[in-house]
């Protein structure tokens, strides 16, 4: 009886927070299966994750080679080394013409670090934040974890998979929104906001009290048009980008943030307490890669190849429809004409052609069983490859309809 009580309480002591049972990103689940098959002996052509093969800027390995000769690695300001902030802030002038005052500029660790301090600094538990699907899981699942919910809106062809006005106000009238986050070049569409586009739907939002956060990661992986920041746009808006994408610097986990005044003092009070700082060496690091535009642009060429090799080859493979690519690098494909289930497509396509993507339901629970994610930020001789084996695979070795 004794030892019963101790199994109970235990297990009570063991227990997750309701709170922790959010949905796995599933990207992940596939990154680790192909690794399980490379070290079996396999070669896996990588197209599952948003991960650049290119190392980040020359200069900015440099800048860190040097902070790193000097020995001491010491904490920063919560909101970032003014130095970063002044030449973020300096960015937005020479990219956009836009004016932004470094003091509304946080540095975060990674986009990821940027989202959980704008969601608690923004919402309260309950309140309800309309994300688009498709669209990037954490969205959902990090506002899940902190108490809030969020809406999904889906987004349809006629508007090129772009969340408009119209229905984030009819979501709303259903029951009221505090807020809506958008992306663009948006993950895993790859679709573009005009900037007409984006004024309307900021304009919508604020026009109802709904608070409006942007997702600029993929800004300068843009092929269709210059991308749009919302900073030059409203002053309301909350901007949050990050060095993992462009700068090819995503282990280094850096990113910003740009915010309304009002909330930058309760920004740098919830990071004073999460993180203290974003680690020194990183932010070295992202101010110097702004010095090297010149390599990214060159990485950027690379991947506009890559986009050109899969829209040609794969409607020869018979994967003929998918959604607009105007931006970031992916290219999210219909597979409707061989299975209902795109998790098992993507299982099949991993063990038998050995080509990793990601199945749709990662980041759409309603259609995604019909879409898959390839990942184009790898080099193109891994792209004519995944195109041979997904081709040789469908056509000789089609996976089982379900």
Request: hydrophobic share 45%; with cysteine.
């Amino acid at each position: 009886m004794w030892d019963a009580t101790l199994r109970d309480r235990a297990r009570g002591l063991l227990t997750a927070s309701g709170r922790s049972d959010v949905p796995p990103f599933m990207v992940m689940d596939v990154m680790a299966a192909a690794d399980r098959i490379e070290a079996a002996g396999g070669h896996v052509i990588h197209m599952e994750v948003g991960q650049p093969a290119a190392a980040a800027p020359r200069t900015a390995i440099e800048a860190a080679h040097a902070a790193l000769a000097q020995g001491r690695i010491d904490y920063t300001s919560a909101l970032g080394i003014p130095s970063l902030r002044a030449r973020i802030a300096r960015h937005y002038r020479d990219a956009y013409g836009c004016p932004v005052d470094p003091e509304r500029v946080v540095v975060t660790t990674g986009s990821s670090g940027a989202f959980i301090l704008a969601f608690l600094a923004m919402f309260e538990p309950g309140d309800r934040i309309a994300v688009t699907v498709p669209g990037y899981p954490p969205y959902r699942h990090i506002l899940t974890a902190l108490g809030c919910e969020p809406v999904l809106i889906e987004t349809h062809g006629d508007t090129r998979h772009a969340l408009t006005g119209e229905a984030l106000l009819a979501a709303h009238r259903k029951t009221p929104l505090k807020g809506v986050l958008v992306g663009s070049p948006a993950n895993p569409t790859g679709t573009m906001m005009s900037r007409e586009a984006l004024t309307s739907l900021i304009s919508s939002a604020e026009g109802e009290g709904i608070r409006f956060i942007s997702d600029e990661i993929y800004h300068g992986l843009d092929y269709a048009f210059p991308a749009v920041t919302a900073a030059g746009l409203s002053p309301h808006a909350l901007v949050i980008n990050s060095f993992s994408k462009y700068f090819c610097m995503t282990g280094w986990r850096v990113g910003w943030m740009v915010v309304p005044a009002p909330l930058v003092r309760p920004i740098e009070r919830l990071q004073q307490n999460l993180s203290i700082s974003v680690p020194t060496l990183s932010q070295v690091a992202a101010e110097a890669a702004f010095e090297g535009r010149d390599e990214m642009e060159k990485v950027k060429r690379g991947y506009e190849e890559n986009r050109r090799i899969l829209i040609a080859g794969l409607p020869q493979a018979g994967l003929k429809k998918f959604l607009p690519a105007d931006g970031a690098f992916y290219l999210y494909a219909d597979v409707s004409e061989f299975t209902s289930d795109s998790l098992d497509f993507a299982k099949q396509m991993l063990e038998q052609a050995h080509v990793a993507a990601t199945p749709g339901i990662d980041f759409d629970p309603v259609h995604g069983h019909r879409f898959i994610r390839f990942s184009y930020a790898r080099s193109a001789d891994d792209m004519r490859e995944a195109v041979g084996r997904i081709t040789q695979w469908l056509t000789q070795g089609a996976p089982v309809r379900r």
